[in-house]
C-alpha cells in the first residue's frame, strides 16, 4: 500500500471509528477524544488509545483489557497477525468493561 493511500485510508478509518463510538455512547459512559489523529476512548477509567504508525503502515491499538496490537489493512478490514479484527477486539473489550453490548462496523 503507498503512503498516500495508507494514511487516507488510516485516517478516514480512524475519524468513522469516533464517529460509531460516539453513536454507540447513548448513556454517556464514554469520554472519547480525537486529536492530533490519535483517538483516545475512556470507558469508566479504562482507557484505548488508536492511532496509525505510518512507517509500519499499521494502526494501533493500546488496550488496557489485552494489550498492544499492530493491526493491517487485508480486503478492507483492519486484522492483526493472526487474522483478529480491530473493531471486533475494541467492541468485545469495551462492552466487557460496560456490561452491555456495543456493536462497531
Avoid at 469516533?18 to 464514554?30: G, R
Avoid at 483516545?40 to 477509567?45: C, E, F, K, N, S
Avoid at 473493531?87 to 469495551?94: C, D, H, P, R, S
Amino acid at each position: 500500500m503507498e503512503n498516500n493511500n495508507f494514511e487516507l485510508s488510516a485516517k478516514t478509518f480512524i475519524e468513522n471509528l469516533y464517529d460509531a463510538i460516539e453513536a454507540q455512547d447513548k448513556d454517556f459512559d464514554l469520554d472519547i477524544e480525537y486529536s492530533n489523529e490519535v483517538l483516545t476512548i475512556d470507558v469508566l477509567g479504562s482507557i484505548f488509545v488508536i492511532n496509525k504508525q505510518a512507517p509500519a503502515k499499521e494502526i494501533w491499538l493500546a488496550s488496557p483489557v489485552s494489550g498492544p496490537y499492530h493491526f493491517s489493512q487485508e480486503g478492507g478490514e483492519w486484522v492483526d497477525s493472526k487474522n483478529n479484527n480491530l473493531l471486533t477486539i475494541l467492541a468485545n473489550e469495551i462492552s466487557k468493561i460496560l456490561n452491555k453490548k456495543i456493536i462497531l462496523k
